[in-house]
């Protein structure tokens, strides 16, 4: 049987949490149900952030009476092995740097995100 691999695509941080919490509940979730699954996220556009040390850790919502916050969860996430591919083109226009970067961040071309998909990864995004 083959892998069953994912690509989460976040396009937003701190304009749009709600659905950077919930891709990476969602992620966190799949993992933990099944730690066999390849599971990586690509950050596009306003989501390069997401990459930038500490950054996540100043984005948080309250939901169900509590305050979530993505920086914990990015790191829960992190636990799994997960992968941040940040496309390079977005890194100058958000003020991200290679020195910049989280631990498991790596700096990718948008062709890149094409060649997970032609490589049997399933695209996961939400439009909240």
Do not use: W
Not at 20 to 28: E, N, P, R, W
Request: glycine residues 8%; aromatic residues 10%.
């Amino acid at each position: 049987m083959e892998k069953k691999k994912f690509i989460f695509i976040l396009n937003h941080a701190t304009s749009n949490p709600m659905e950077v919490i919930g891709l990476m509940k969602i992620a966190s979730n799949m993992k933990a149900f099944d730690d066999t699954i390849e599971l990586d996220f690509f950050l596009l556009g306003e989501g390069v952030q997401l990459a930038k040390k500490g950054l996540a850790k100043t984005i948080s919502i309250e939901m169900e009476g509590a305050q979530v916050n993505i920086g914990e969860l990015l790191d829960v996430v992190s636990e799994f092995g997960v992968k941040f591919y940040v496309c390079q083109a977005f890194m100058p226009g958000f003020g991200v740097t290679k020195e910049s970067l989280i631990e498991n961040a790596l700096v990718k071309s948008s062709s890149y995100l094409g060649e997970l998909l032609l490589n049997g990864y399933v695209p996961f995004s939400l439009n909240m």
